[in-house]
């Protein structure tokens, strides 16, 4: 077992307390175990995840913060156990870096459902008993169950939000059979996660319909992301016309909204699948028992789903549409990621920004 990880200074910014305000900031790696891989970062994506830890919002920060759980990178090192990885490959990480690997949910490779909770990128407590750190920094050291090939040609910085944003809205599709040519799925929020599902949607097949409250994103969602349909959901006459219209619902939103006019366009048998993060769920029983349909909720997804997402992403060439930002611009970017004002997902160039 090689030492270098272990004294090799790593540079990253970080959150020092609950302004959420990032600076450069520097630390050390755990040691590289046997069944590890240490990568040099390339990219990492931007996610709502590192406003709310950076700022405290769950009330378990633990600072200083270094967000960052879209990872991109260049194996450096590997451990002397490590067989699926060489130094040179391509690899990413996404929002886990451990679990425990006995439960029968990391049997079944959902690690994400871990009944003792996987260890998050950041935030949490890794096993040499620090707190983990996440991508806004220079390489990170992981178990190499966590890790995943990204596909020769397919841009690195592309590939980075495939790790959350990607994953948290193919996961669910996938297990609730929203993959079937002809059948109708709706899309409620259009950012990172619900242009994801746009794309997956149209790969799949499916007749896609964007569900916004706001007109002024018909265009995007029409002639650059190939919905559709375009529904605006202020307009009780259009939504009442969709109604019963589809199979699946896939809603992205976090901020507060009503249920009830959304249970009404699905179908009878009709899925619906929460991703965001509102403040509640609340729906009238009648939404869910007339018509027979099901209300599920995801959180991004097993290693196998995600290994099988950036393949499908590579085959399909299905790429995210970013703002590539060096790390400088970090602050401004989570400024302008809580206004939802990117399109649709920032990616910190690492490599040539953090010196």
């Known amino acids: 077992m090689s030492s270098e990880s272990a004294n090799e200074d790593c540079l990253a910014w970080a959150a020092r307390d609950t ?4 600076s450069p900031y520097k630390f050390s790696r755990r040691a590289l175990g046997s069944d590890d891989v240490s990568l040099k970062i390339t990219h990492c994506g931007v996610c709502h995840a590192d ?4 700022r405290n919002m769950f009330g378990d920060s633990k600072y200083p913060v270094v967000p960052g759980h879209e ?44 009944v003792k909770f ?14 983990t750190k996440g991508g806004y920094s220079s390489y990170i050291v992981v178990h190499e169950r966590y890790c995943f090939r990204i596909a020769n040609g397919y841009p690195s910085e592309l590939a980075a939000p495939l790790l959350c944003a990607g994953i948290t809205v193919y996961s669910p599709m996938i297990r ?31 007749k896609v319909t964007v569900l916004s409250t706001s007109v002024t994103k018909k265009e995007e969602a029409v002639a650059l992301l190939g919905a559709d349909k375009f529904v605006v959901t202020s307009d009780q006459q259009q939504l009442m016309a969709e109604a019963q219209s589809l199979d699946f619902i896939i809603d992205t939103a976090s901020g507060d909204h009503p249920f ?14 929460l991703v965001g993060f509102p403040s509640e769920v609340k729906f009238n029983p009648g939404s869910l028992v007339f018509g027979m349909k099901t209300v599920s909720g995801s959180a991004t997804g097993g290693t196998k789903d995600t290994q099988e997402m950036l393949d499908f992403c590579a085959a399909h060439k299905i790429y995210p549409n970013v703002e590539v930002i060096p790390i400088q611009y970090i602050n401004e970017a989570l ?20 010196k």
Request: glycine share 12%; aromatic share 10%.
């Open 19 to 22: 302004s959420g305000v990032l």
């Open 51 to 54: 406003v709310l830890w950076t």
């Open 71 to 114: 990872i991109v990178g260049i194996v450096k090192e590997v451990g002397s156990n490590v067989k699926g990885f060489k130094v040179g490959d391509r690899i990413g990480v996404g929002t886990y870096v451990n679990s425990c690997r006995s439960c029968e949910y990391c049997n079944d490779l959902q690690e994400v459902c871990c």
């Open 118 to 131: 996987p260890t998050l990128t950041f935030n949490a407590i890794d096993v040499d008993g620090t707190v």
């Open 176 to 206: 609730h059979k929203m993959n079937q040519p002809g059948k109708s799925l709706g899309v409620i929020g259009l950012g990172g996660l619900g242009h994801m599902a746009v794309k997956f949607g149209k790969a799949f097949g499916l």
């Open 260 to 273: 009830d006019p959304y249970m009404m366009l699905l179908k009878t048998f009709g899925v619906y699948v």
């Open 335 to 354: 400024e302008r990621s809580i206004k939802k004002d990117v399109k649709y997902r920032f990616v910190i160039d690492i490599e040539n920004s953090l």
